[in-house]
Nanobody, 117 residues
């Protein structure tokens, strides 16, 4: 079992930045990938970015070109971050972290990011 906890969301003005954190605990040795996803009101959940245990990073096509989101990982490898810059109102969503293992995926409860003036 893996437990996942996100933090760092909140209300930010357009153009502002946030750093989201995701900490996994439990059977962390089994994690082969961690990633950030988001779900805006009335929309389906979508990928933002993932990072494998080997450090390979993948960004969703929708965010890759703008370079406003950066996923990174702490040395402990059970903690990943999502740096979000130049935030726009359309970035408003619940941001959730997923830890993937060979026997299943584990999700956190999500953290709300609201971009509004």
């Amino acid at each position: 079992q893996v437990q996942v906890v996100e933090s760092g969301g909140g209300l930010v003005q357009p153009g502002g930045s946030l750093r989201l954190s995701c900490v996994a605990s439990g059977s962390i040795f089994a994690i082969n990938e961690m990633g950030w996803y988001r779900q805006a009101p009335g929309k389906q959940r979508e990928l933002v970015a993932t990072i494998t245990s080997g450090g390979i990073i993948n960004y969703a096509y929708s965010v890759k070109g703008e370079g406003r989101f950066t996923i990174s990982r702490a040395n402990a490898k059970n903690t990943v971050y999502l740096q979000a810059n130049s935030l726009k109102p359309e970035d408003t969503a619940v941001y959730s972290c997923k830890s993937s293992t060979s026997y299943g995926d584990y999700w956190g409860q999500g953290t709300q990011v609201t971009v509004s003036s």
